[in-house]
C-alpha cells in the first residue's frame, strides 16, 4: 500500500505536540518583544507590560501590573508542572530509584555551585552586582530538549533521560533559592497560615483526596499566603505539586492519576500560553544606550563565564565524581564524551535566569545588562554544545 500523504493538518499537529513547537513559539514571542521594546512602537509596549492591574485584599505585596501578575501568578503554574514531570519520573520513569536519581541530581548540584561561585569570582568587589549569583544557576529544559532531539542517535535515550532530569532538578533547586533568597521581609502571621494550608494539603494528599479542584483551591490559597508573607509566591506550585497524589485509587486502576490528569490540562496552558506570555514580557528590553564595552561589565561577564565554562564544569566534573566514587553509574550507551557535549548544553540558562535577573536587580540598571549577558550565554552554550554533539561524537 502507498504510503498515506501528510497533509498540512498533520504538520500542525505535530509541531503542536513537539517540544521544538513549544521552544520555537517561545524563542518567537521572546525576539517580538525585544523587537517592540527597541521600535517606534516602544512606548505603547511599555504600557502594555506595566498596564496596572492591582486587587486591594492583595495589600502591597500584590501583584501590580500585568508584568508582575506573570511573573508573580502564572509562573505558579509552570513550577507546579516542573514538579508534576519529575514526580511522574520519580514514580514510573527514568528516576524510579534511587541510583538514578542520584546522578542528575549529583550533575544539577554541581551545575548550580560552580557557576555561581564563578559569577561571585568575576564579580569580587561589586556589592550590588553580587546579588545576581544565582542567575548562571539553572537549565532552560524549553531550549535544551529541541536540540537533542534534532540530533537524534547522536545523543542515547538514556542520556537524553539524565539530561532532562538534571534540567527539571536544576528548576526545582533554582525554585528553592528564589523562595530562600529573593523574598521580601518575612511576616509570620501570612507564613503560619501558608504553614496551615500546606498541613491541609498533605492531609488531603494522606487521607486519599483525587479532586483536583480541593488542590487547586489550596494552591490559590497558598499563594495569596505566601505573596504576604515575605516568600516568593511561585512556591506555592512546588508545594501544590509535591501533595498532588501519583496513583489512581486502588479499587479504580483504570482511572488516571491526579498528577497525570493535571499535568495534560496544565502543560499545554504553560506551553503555549504562559512561557511565551513571559519572555514577550521579560526579554522586551530597550538597548538604546547599549554599547559593545557594556559586554566587559562585571555582571555580563559574570553570566556569561558562569553559563559557558561554570555551568559545563559543575556538570560533568560533579557526575565524573559521582561515577569514580562508585555512587552511581553513567546511563547506557552513554560516552563521556556525549556527556560533555550535553553539559556544554546545561549552559542555556533563559526562563528561570531571566526570572532570577527580574528579582536580584528590580528597579536596578543593572537588570539590561544581566539580561544581555544570558542571552549571549545561553547562545554562546546553545552553539558549542550542538556543534560539539553534531561533529565531535
Sequence with gaps: MPDTPVTFTDRIRRFWSSPAGGASVLL?????????????????????????????????RGPENIDAWVSDGLMTLFFLVVILEIKKEIVSGHLSSLRRIALPLIGAVGGMVVPALIYLLVTYG??????GWAIPVATDAAFTLPIILALGHRVSPGARAWLMALAIFDDVLGIVVIALFYGAALYWPALVAALIVTVALVGANRAGVRTLWGYALGCVLLWAALLVSGLHPTLAGVVTGLCLPA????????QTAPVDKAASMLAPVVTWGILPLFGFMNVGISLMGVHAG????????GIMTGLLIGKPAGVFGATMLATRWKITTLPAATSTGMLFGLSLLCGIGFTISLFIADLAFFGSDLVVPAKIGIFAGSILSALTGWLWLRFRL
Design 294 to 301: 557594556m559586554m566587559l561589565k562585571a555582571v555580563p561577564v
Design 247 to 254: 496513583t489512581a485509587p486502588a479499587m479504580h486502576n483504570r
Design 126 to 131: 561589586h556589592p550590588e552586582a553580587a546579588r
Design 28 to 60: 518567537l514571542t521572546s525576539l517580538a518583544g525585544l523587537t517592540l521594546a527597541n521600535s517606534p512602537w516602544a512606548a505603547g509596549y511599555t504600557a502594555l507590560i506595566t498596564l496596572p492591574v492591582k486587587l486591594s485584599f492583595l495589600g502591597a
